[in-house]
């Protein structure tokens, strides 16, 4: 877990230039310790790299997952710096690799690298500004996250009490963001916000619609023909 005191020195140890992987079907949002299996030659070399060096990547969804040899364009430059914290090699020469998600971050440039993708990344760090307006959509989402998982059938309750635990709110935006079962461009949009306002203005649109969706599931499930 990182201490804000720790914060700085975190950042001034990842390098301006970083190893990516592609993922699919998947967002990857800061906090989030997540399994990644990794197949393809590109990204395996992408995980060396950072594993042999820093240990620090840069985790980017592909647009599309059917792609099986993706460029550039085919990733979203808004992504997540992630700490690989174990890789394990399997057998069948694939590799499992366990990251940990650190900072939000984006694409500046693509390097010449021919033998796996890597970029220059900014890191964003968003200003939590503690005002009425920001207490109130933290009041709002955290709400809206509880009736979300309640009414829903696949979302453990006890993420309720996980949820209840964490104090700041941006861990909080992310760890309901992570909870989410929707689409990856859905959850794309909440890392293409850059404030803590915006994201939550975001997550707070998504909880509302799914909700809705669900109560016309319930009423739908309800209903009995005779």
Sequence with gaps: EIKPAEINSI???????????PLRDIVIFPYMIFPVLVGREQSIRAANFAAEHTKYIFLSTQKKSAIEDPSAKDLYPEGTIAKIVQILKLPNGLMKILVDGLFQARIKEFTSNKDFFEAKVEIIISTLDHDHEMNAMIRQMT???KDYVKISKNIPKDTITAFDN?????RKLFYAAANINQSIEVKQSILEKFTLKEQYLEVIKILNSEIDILKIEKEIDGCRLF
């Design 166 to 170: 964490i104090e700041e709110p941006d």
């Design 143 to 145: 709400q809206l996250f």
């Design 11 to 21: 950042i001034d140890s990842i390098p301006e230039k970083l190893p990516i992987l």
